[in-house]
């Protein structure tokens, strides 16, 4: 084992650290190597989504520790604070009156690390609005807005294993930290490097707390984004199961339901119970069939038309539907997002609010279903970077010049309306319900609605596959993978040929046919795609927050022989695909 790893963990024997973490150290010194290199191989950083990282201790691990060795250089949850702080007035010389919002979900040491950042920030000067208990990351950046902050953090790991947390950034504009902030932040934390360069005493006087009254002025604005209330009117009795999975959602989500008249929404019990340790699942990601199956269990017993959960922190949303025959079937993020897009894109237009100045966001890896519909309307629309962040960017880039309808992301992440600068599942389980009741006043339900949008649309259908490499030597097989999808491409994938390259690091598109280079004008990104001459796309990208190299598949389908017999045959083809390119 490399000496440098043994003298770090070493470190954190000392009295410093309490008895806990010194005996966890203690262990893995004595009994697990492996863990040990994990832990101290490197420092946990800092990056361009904040900090993320399983909890526990050591230097690559999520920890609350504000005394620390300065050889160590730790990014812990109160120097990074510091930097952010230093980072917010740096940008407004001879300002005086900054403020920022804080919220957490419900994981182990959420409510620890918020109070950490009031502490820090308040010492620094910053009036803080910190909510009373755990909120949904949306909420948060609505409260950045809402209250003209200067930034904002949300402690949460998302819908990531009960062994993670996170530290998500945001600036004025509700959304998370895009370029320059990201970068500049960074280099600011990076000078943190002894605990004496943090200021920690907090300031009473600068702190503010958020009750439910402020829910209220948020869900206001939720229910003003209403397109059917005539409708949910008269199908008001229309079943629906929802689940937070032990998260923020556990009352917003039936509240904003019931406010717009839904007047059957059960609730999973067993998972309306805030628990960090995410007791009934084993993982809280509503991408994951396990993770919906208590919600299915109670659907079916009760007769449900649609079933909803939430992550710990909101953001995110997964349905399940019912097919023709009576059976429920798990949506994947895109056919959520085309359903989402549609509904909102098809009631615009039959309300005539659409004027030729409104546009949709979606990011490159998801399906371009929702521009074959966003065309029909003669509806702007941008494709950017993977990333929620991103999609914000944009709503603020053309803010004042058009109308954000919605948009969203394959991960599973929607957003209606401007207010909110982030993926919001309170609002978008809101709005999918809403398309439950506008499909069912024209006899149908979301599964025949999702079948006529393949009919007139095109059929495409996804699978992601996600290759975790742990470790020092897995971020070593990553870029190796990336470089050979760089130097020898493929000319046929599952048996099309692919007809165009795109490479986001060297912001170029090149056409195979003609040789064609343009340039692309996205930020530069290690991603890689390949489009075929049947209208399919696969994407290659390393994950921004965990060892992962994903594969993002998406085939486009021939239905002239009927739906059934398309959706068969590329099933097969995504399977070839995932061979081909994975194994």
């Known amino acids: 084992m490399d000496p440098k790893i043994i003298e770090r963990a070493k470190s954190w024997l000392t009295e410093q650290y309490d008895e806990e973490t010194r005996k966890s150290v203690q262990n893995m010194l004595d009994n697990d190597p492996n863990e040990l290199t994990e832990s101290f191989y490197r420092n946990l950083e800092f990056g361009t989504g904040g900090l993320r990282g399983i909890m526990g201790a050591g230097t690559n691990r999520m920890n609350i520790y504000t005394v620390a060795m300065a050889t160590m250089n730790i990014y812990t949850v109160a120097m990074a604070t510091q930097g952010f702080a230093n980072y917010i007035k740096k940008m407004h010389p001879g300002k005086k009156d900054f403020s920022i919002a804080i919220s957490y979900d419900g994981r182990n040491n959420s409510p620890a690390f918020a109070n950490v950042t009031a502490d820090v920030m308040s010492a620094n000067g910053i009036k803080v609005y910190i909510f009373d208990c755990l909120r949904p990351t949306p909420e948060l950046s609505f409260a950045v807005r809402e209250m003209k902050c200067d930034a904002g953090v949300m402690v949460t790991a998302s819908h990531n294993p009960k062994e993670y947390n996170g530290y998500k950034a945001y600036w004025n504009d509700g959304g998370q930290l895009v370029s320059p902030h990201d970068k500049n932040v960074i280099a600011e934390v990076e000078k943190i490097t002894d605990p004496s360069m943090v200021n920690f005493k907090r300031n009473p006087e600068l702190i503010t707390v958020l009750d439910e009254k402020f829910d209220d002025i948020y869900l206001d604005k939720v229910y003003g984004l209403s397109l059917s209330l005539d409708l949910i009117k008269k199908h008001k009795d229309m079943r629906i199961v929802y689940t937070p999975i032990h998260g923020t959602g556990r009352r917003l989500v039936p509240e904003i339901l019931k406010r717009k008249g839904f007047e059957n929404v059960y609730c999973v019990e067993e998972q309306m119970v805030v628990d960090g340790n995410f007791p009934t699942v084993k993982s809280p990601n509503p991408e994951e069939p396990a993770a919906m199956a208590l919600a299915v269990k109670k659907a079916q017993e009760v007769n449900a038309d649609l079933v909803m959960a939430t992550d710990p922190d909101a953001d995110r949303v997964g349905i399940a539907i019912k097919d023709d025959k009576g059976e429920f079937i798990l949506l994947n993020g895109n056919q959520t997002g085309s359903l989402f897009v549609y509904y909102l894109l098809t009631r615009w237009n039959e309300l005539g609010k659409l004027t030729g100045k409104e546009f949709i966001v979606k990011t490159i890896v ?76 024209q006899g149908k339900t979301l599964y025949q609605l999702l079948m006529d949008i393949y009919k007139e649309f095109g059929l495409y259908k996804e699978k992601l596959v996600s290759l975790t490499k742990k470790g020092i030597s897995g971020t070593e097989e990553i870029k190796a993978l990336m470089a050979k999808f760089r130097t020898t491409p493929p000319t046929v994938i599952a048996g099309e040929k692919v007809v165009e390259t795109r490479d986001y690091k060297l912001q170029e598109a090149k056409d195979l046919t003609t040789g064609k280079v343009t340039a692309i004008t996205l930020p530069k990104s290690d991603v890689l795609q390949f489009f075929t001459e049947s209208g399919s796309k696969i994407t290659i990208r390393p994950s921004g927050t965990e060892p992962k190299i994903k594969f993002y598949f998406s085939m486009k389908g021939d239905t002239t022989s009927g739906l059934e017999a398309a959706m068969k045959a590329l099933d097969a083809k995504l399977e070839q695909a995932a061979k081909e390119l994975t194994e």
């Open 366 to 441: 998801t399906t371009e279903l929702i521009f074959e519909m966003a065309k029909k309307y003669n509806v702007d629309r941008y494709d950017v970077l993977t990333g929620f962040k991103y999609i914000a960017d944009k709503i603020l880039e053309l803010e004042g010049k058009k109308q954000f309808i919605g948009g969203g992301e394959e991960s599973y992440g929607y957003l209606a309306g401007d207010f909110v600068r982030d993926k919001d599942a309170v609002i978008a389980t809101s709005m999918i319900a809403e398309a439950a009741a506008w499909a069912a006043e």
